[in-house]
């Protein structure tokens, strides 16, 4: 404890515990590199046997069990973007997988969207158009995301602002069904939803008319 204002030594003196601190931390994050080395017998008849590798690890360099998990936590949990989840991964594991294997772990925890075949809500990534046995819905959430940003981008236009406000009465619309016992909105509201979008989209179309896909071009069109 060093030494006392009058100057004396205190490594000699005896103590006592005084007051208690506790502080909650975290361990740093650290990705942990598994390596698994096959054993090879040769029986004496000259059969060689090989060793079998546990499930899940490629002959490639792979991801374990727990980083998929997270990876996945973070994106069907959190909502979080599939870009953004990459650098969550990289920032704090200094591992970085593409944005299509984290979708990959997405649909392998999934599991089901192959044999679906009810409505799908998804964001606009483009594979999960190829399945064409569902009836696809882009995300409200997503859609929302994508009009703040033309809303608070400096163009001046309206479009985007009525239609996240149409998206939003359209949720309110449902709850209120629900609060009442409903199982759908009633009709007159439906429609009149449906055509405001349907002009305010074709109004933001005509402003930023779609671009046709170009040859070689991956994804859809802009």
């Given at each position: 404890?060093?030494?006392?204002?009058?100057?004396?030594?205190?490594a000699?003196?005896?103590?006592?515990?005084?007051e208690?601190?506790?502080?909650?931390e975290?361990?740093?994050?650290?990705a942990?590199?598994?390596?698994?080395?096959?054993r090879i017998v040769?029986?004496?008849?000259?059969?060689v046997?090989?060793?079998?590798?546990?499930?899940?690890?490629?002959?490639?360099?792979?991801?374990?069990?727990?980083?998929?998990a997270?990876?996945?936590?973070?994106v069907d949990g959190?909502f979080?973007?599939?870009g953004?989840?990459?650098?969550?991964?990289?920032d704090?594991?200094?591992?970085?997988p593409?944005?299509?294997?984290?979708?990959?772990?997405?649909?392998?925890a999934?599991g089901?969207?192959?044999?679906?075949?009810?409505?799908?809500?998804?964001?606009?990534?483009?594979?999960?158009?190829?399945?064409?046995?569902?009836?696809h819905?882009l995300c409200s959430?997503?859609?929302?995301?994508e009009?703040?940003y033309?809303?608070?981008?400096?163009?001046?236009?309206r479009?985007?602002?009525?239609?996240?406000e149409?998206?939003?009465?359209?949720?309110?619309?449902?709850e209120?069904?629900?609060?009442?016992?409903?199982?759908?909105?009633?009709?007159?509201?439906?429609?009149?939803?449906?055509a405001?979008?349907?002009r305010?989209?074709?109004?933001?179309l005509?402003?930023?008319?779609e671009?046709?896909?170009?040859?070689?071009?991956?994804?859809?069109?802009?």
């Amino acid at each position: 404890m060093g030494t006392c204002g009058c100057g004396l030594s205190l490594a000699d003196q005896p103590g006592r515990l005084g007051e208690r601190r506790q502080q909650i931390e975290i361990p740093e994050p650290k990705a942990e590199v598994i390596e698994y080395r096959q054993r090879i017998v040769t029986c004496a008849c000259g059969c060689v046997h090989r060793g079998v590798f546990p499930f899940g690890v490629t002959p490639h360099v792979s991801y374990g069990p727990r980083l998929k998990a997270y990876a996945v936590a973070l994106v069907d949990g959190h909502f979080v973007a599939l870009g953004r989840t990459a650098e969550i991964l990289a920032d704090q594991y200094g591992v970085r997988p593409s944005d299509g294997t984290i979708q990959n772990w997405v649909g392998q925890a999934a599991g089901i969207l192959p044999k679906f075949m009810g409505y799908a809500v998804h964001d606009p990534w483009a594979p999960y158009f190829h399945f064409t046995q569902v009836t696809h819905s882009l995300c409200s959430a997503h859609l929302l995301r994508e009009l703040r940003y033309f809303e608070e981008a400096p163009r001046g236009h309206r479009w985007p602002v009525r239609l996240r406000e149409i998206l939003v009465d359209g949720k309110k619309a449902v709850e209120a069904a629900r609060a009442e016992g409903r199982s759908a909105v009633d009709t007159a509201t439906r429609d009149r939803l449906l055509a405001d979008y349907d002009r305010w989209v074709t109004l933001g179309l005509s402003i930023f008319p779609e671009r046709p896909k170009a040859p070689g071009q991956k994804g859809g069109p802009k």
